[in-house]
């Protein structure tokens, strides 16, 4: 069983930057591709960016392209999601997820493990 737990909720304002943090524990997710996924009120829960077990191919939704960038560390199964140039419209609950595969995928069903959510808050 793998737990996954996010940091870094916050407010901030618009342009501003904020990095989010997701640690695994439980089981290495060393070869597991992660992802960042985010669900605002009223809307479906959404992929932001995935990334590989190698951490050499990600993926990035159009919205966030150029501006938000994944990485990991294999090593201590850490995740991060960097975020610059925020817009009220990344205001959202954001999670971690795990996906027992090293290839990333953006179906929201194919990940195995969820961490509870962080809020992120971008005012204008």
């Known amino acids: 069983q793998v737990q996954l737990v996010e940091y870094g909720r916050g407010v901030v304002q618009a342009v501003g930057s904020l990095r989010l943090c997701c640690t695994a524990s439980g089981r290495t997710v060393s070869s ?6 985010r669900q605002s009120p009223g809307k479906e829960r959404e992929v932001v960016a995935a990334v590989s ?19 990991r560390t294999r090593a201590d199964n850490t995740v ?7 817009k009220p419209e990344d205001t959202a609950v954001y999670y971690c997820a795990a ?13 195995d493990y969820w961490g509870q959510g962080t809020q992120v ?3 204008s």
Not at 32 to 37: E, K, L, P, Q
Not at 53 to 71: E, L, P, Q
Not at 99 to 111: C, D
């Open 121 to 123: 808050t971008v005012s």
């Open 32 to 37: 597991y591709a992660m992802g960042w996924f």
């Open 80 to 86: 991060f999601l960097l975020m610059n140039s925020l």
């Open 53 to 71: 077990w190698t951490g050499t191919n990600t993926y990035y939704a159009d919205s966030v392209k150029g501006r938000f960038t994944i990485s």
């Open 99 to 111: 996906h027992n595969s090293g290839a990333w995928t953006v179906v929201t069903g194919g990940y």
